[in-house]
């Protein structure tokens, strides 16, 4: 799978079928056992529903690492100071190298939980996200980050229930390709200008 398409699902080990990053069976079952914890707490106790839970939540957090690292890089004063010369009439590019980059996000994705059309709870969970990008070099083309070279990612992901741990933070580092264009005419900054044509 390319690398553009990390998921935060996948850097969490909750993804069964991507090669080299799921968690152990081990720790799944675990995690397993933590979600049913989570639901008796919540008077669910008679239902089995952690795998149901896993399955949520690791829909909710198929989020692409790379649509994270752009709403973070939008906020960044020299990237939008590239991406404000950009317009549809002139081309304008730069590269920007950001050394031992670290990203830090935090999703809530929470189920409604009903039996027979009757609500039962709402559960919130919480994911904390940490990245670290070595070496990372941005190609911004008219306004859109439209290729990302680096060296490695490092990540740590989180989960929690009401503050309490659901499992072991989850910790990988992935050797990145020497650069990947990105899908889409890649990451917009702003302004209006329109996505460049990858050739």
Known sequence: MPDNQLTLSMLGGLEADASGLPISGAARD???EKLHEAAAGEGLGVYDLGGRLLSFVGEALRKPVAGIMGEVWKQ???LREIAEKGTDKRDVEGNVELFDHTISWVL?????????RVKLCT??????ANLKLEGVQLLIRNA??????????????????KSVPLMSPCKKTIDLPKSFDLPGGGIRLGGEAKAPTMT
């Not at 559960?123 to 904390?128: G, I, V």
């Not at 290729?147 to 490695?152: D, M």
Request: net charge positive; aromatic share 10%.
């Open 30 to 32: 675990k995690l397993l």
């Open 76 to 78: 960044r004063k020299e």
């Open 108 to 116: 809530h994705p929470s189920v409604e939980l009903r039996a027979n």
């Open 123 to 128: 559960m919130t969970f919480d994911c904390k």
């Open 144 to 161: 859109w980050i439209t290729q990302i070279k680096a060296g490695k990612l490092g990540s740590t992901i989180s989960f929690e229930y």
